[in-house]
């Protein structure tokens, strides 16, 4: 055998062979329960559609029914509430055994700040501790009654800010306070959501300014 050769396959006996890739480590994936699926209803008009479409939202095994409480139709008139309609729809959804989410917004004729037109949803009142007032007296009615609470309905549009430019800063406000008001009651009110509408970047951005804005 030449040196040369020799060498080599000294060479090739001394190689060790290429490291195992090490094996991944598997991280426990967190198990989050689930809050559950719902439906938005219009329960507010005919007592009648109302139980046809709690019982429709049960028998297809929805949890949660969402029902815009209007504060304009409310508190009609400063200090003077109409608590009939809420009244009703909150003892159906319990006859249901539904879990209720609450949508708070339409601020009422008396305290409007923007002038606008029938193609304007809503718009942030005049005097934010009106509003404020008027969620403490919801949620003290409706203490233990309603899960949920929904301040306002997608506050990064214009046409629910009363076609002016949304505000990030104020709908925390709004929603701080609302929040303060109901946490305020002897017994825990219900949670507090906000939903915004989907535009993709405006809405990322509305929403990181709501988190900015947001000291407590």
């Known amino acids: 055998m030449s040196p040369l050769l020799l060498v080599l396959c000294l060479l090739a006996s001394c190689s060790t062979a290429p490291a195992p890739a090490p094996t991944p480590t598997a991280w426990p994936r967190e198990q989050l329960a689930s809050p559950g699926y719902g439906l938005e209803a219009y329960l507010w008009w005919k007592e009648e559609v109302a139980s046809r479409d709690l019982g429709l939202i049960r028998e297809i095994g929805f949890e949660w029914v969402k029902q815009t409480f209007p504060w ?93 430019t949304p505000n990030p800063a104020e709908y925390v406000a709004m929603l701080k306070g609302c929040y303060i008001a109901s946490k305020r009651r002897p017994e ?6 906000r939903a915004f509408a989907h535009r993709q970047r405006p809405t990322r951005r509305h929403a990181r300014r709501c988190v900015f804005a947001w000291d407590v």
């Open 72 to 164: 304009r139709d409310i508190e009609i008139e400063k200090g003077k509430y109409d608590w009939s309609r809420t009244d009703r729809i909150v003892a159906q959804t319990e006859d249901y055994t539904r879990k209720l989410l609450v949508r708070i917004d339409r601020e009422p004729y008396w305290d409007m700040r923007y002038a606008y037109d029938g193609a304007i949803a809503a718009g942030p009142p005049k005097d934010l501790n009106n509003f404020f007032n008027f969620c403490g007296k919801l949620a003290a009615r409706y203490k233990g009654r309603v899960t949920a609470y929904q301040v306002w309905n997608e506050p990064n549009l214009a046409r629910e800010w009363g076609n002016a």
């Open 188 to 193: 825990r009110a219900g949670d507090q959501r």
